[in-house]
């Protein structure tokens, strides 16, 4: 099971891209109106080791809710903004994106 972090302010993106201590961060930004976002969602949700991803931290952003913040991401990580979209964040910096049927759990694996 994921503990999702809901990423409701642009206060808490803004201290996940200051970070440059040794966490890793995942954002996934959910369309909750889109079919594919939650079939990519479950999938990923139903993966998930907490074991294996103890060092993560999990971010869930609401798109319909807070598409300032998506937006917000886009600008501060240099990525086109797509629904669903997963993002892993180190030291400040996007290293992995995708989106729609590209989310996996052993993708992210990798990149933690």
């Known amino acids: 099971m994921i503990d ?8 808490m993106l803004k201290a996940i891209a200051e970070d440059h201590s040794d966490k890793t961060f995942v ?3 959910h369309s909750t109106s889109c079919s594919i976002s939650a079939m990519a969602l ?6 998930w080791n907490g074991d294996e991803m103890d060092k993560v931290d999990a971010y869930y ?7 300032d913040i ?3 991401i886009a600008d501060k990580f240099g990525v086109d903004h797509e629904s669903p979209q997963v993002l892993v964040i180190k030291n400040g910096q996007c ?3 995708n989106s729609h049927m590209g989310i996996n759990y052993q993708s992210l694996k990798e990149q933690v």
């Open 4 to 11: 999702w972090k809901k990423l409701d302010d642009k206060d």
């Open 27 to 29: 954002i996934f930004k």
């Open 42 to 47: 479950n999938r990923l949700e139903r993966s």
């Open 61 to 67: 952003l609401d798109l319909l809710s807070y598409r």
């Open 70 to 72: 998506s937006n917000a």
């Open 95 to 97: 290293i992995y994106n």
